[in-house]
């Protein structure tokens, strides 16, 4: 994050005018095609873009907040109703705080126009959100609108803010299916990659802990920071995850996944007061920042296993373990069970047509050759 800082400080003194800062400038800086000294040239993925945007945002509310600069134009800050909203997710839908907070990160996107000064709840505005969505964002984006825009109506009709005919007009949501199967990667290839930390070294008896829990659980990576000792019922052989949600599911723990866990915490793990199973193993010992380390905790170990042209991000472990319970013969029911889904549309992604799976089992044309 502070190369990102000072990447964003050396771009901002030479694109943009420090009094008048606001979400267009994050953005424009976010994806832009980079010739800045010091910094990766060309245009970033569209993870990389997300990660400058986060630091960048991240970076001027801390410059806010020590005085140096006026809040960010277009911020909405937390009023009463965004207040009282945070708190209705806790407690009427029982959302976890990093639920919470990705919540109002969206609602904020569009509060403005139908709870601004000028704006109305009106059916007219609730679909402009709705359905004017840039061509640009993923069915995930999109999704996340839809899900969070209905909850935030439902909180406004609760409130008597709204009429409850409202929802009516978000019955129909635009819908853009998935093209294509989730990518994985095989089985041996995720063994070849556990096997590649070094558990002579405290940082590799960590990884390979985690890299362990993603491959045998499927968790998250948003699961693995926030993932505390008393998680884990040793007794019991279960491990507790609570995922996107306050509700805690109980997973049975791997037995390889376990011994990697308790080699971790008796040769590796600081003595700290945090209850943090990972943590960084440099002072102050703190926790992960947030999902994005476990994904460059799996680049640098796939880095080690000298593998190249894999899926990137740890939510292709998650992918991975669906796709091999499916080969296997486990119903999507079971597969949906063990990764914690709460919609069966969710786990059906994996149900599409696999066109390597599909030339396995084809049989030669009856009579020659296939017209």
């Known amino acids: 994050m502070l190369f990102d800082a000072r990447h964003f400080a050396y771009w901002f003194g030479c694109n943009a005018d420090w009094g008048r800062i606001d979400r267009a400038v994050i953005d424009r800086f976010a994806c832009h095609d980079c010739s800045c000294p010091g910094a990766m040239s060309g245009r970033r993925s569209r993870s990389g873009i997300a990660v400058r945007r986060r630091h960048a945002i991240k970076f001027m509310a801390y410059l806010v907040r020590e005085g140096a600069i006026a809040p960010i134009a277009g911020e909405p800050e937390l009023d009463e109703r965004l207040t009282a909203y945070s708190h209705w997710l806790a407690t009427a839908r029982g959302l976890s705080p990093a639920g919470i907070k990705q919540s109002l990160r969206e609602v904020k996107r569009w509060y403005g126009n139908i709870c601004g000064e000028a704006a109305t709840c009106s059916p007219e505005a609730l679909r402009s959100i709705l359905l004017d969505q840039d061509p640009s964002r993923?069915?995930?984006?999109?999704?996340?609108?839809v899900c969070t825009l209905r909850s935030f109506v439902r909180f406004l009709i609760a409130q008597g803010e709204c009429p409850p005919d409202r929802l009516a007009a978000l019955s129909v949501a635009p819908k853009r299916a998935a093209t294509q199967v989730p990518r994985y990667i095989d089985r041996a290839t995720i063994e070849q990659i556990v096997a590649a930390c070094d558990t002579s070294t405290r940082t590799g008896l960590r990884n390979r802990a985690l890299l362990l829990l993603?491959?045998?659980?499927?968790l998250r990576a948003g699961d693995l920071v926030a993932m505390q000792l008393d998680d884990i019922d040793w007794d019991q052989g279960t491990i507790s995850v609570s995922g996107k949600s306050a509700r805690s599911a109980r997973l049975p723990l791997p037995q390889d996944a376990g011994e990697a866990i308790l080699a971790y915490i008796e040769q590796a793990r600081p003595t700290v007061t945090s209850n943090h199973l990972f943590l960084s193993l440099k002072a102050p010992y703190q926790p992960f920042a947030g999902p994005s380390i476990i994904c460059w905790i799996l680049g640098k170990a796939v880095e080690r296993a000298g593998l190249i042209g894999l899926p990137t991000g740890s939510h292709v472990f998650r992918h991975s373990?669906?796709?091999?319970m499916l080969r296997e013969g486990s119903t999507l029911e079971a597969i949906g069970t063990i990764l914690r889904h709460s919609k069966p549309d969710t786990t059906a992604i994996y149900a599409k047509v696999d066109l390597n799976m599909l030339g396995e089992v084809t049989q030669p044309w009856i009579g020659g050759a296939s017209c």
């Open 138 to 145: 993923s069915k995930g984006a999109i999704d996340r609108t």
């Open 214 to 218: 993603l491959a045998r659980l499927g």
């Open 321 to 324: 373990l669906a796709s091999s």
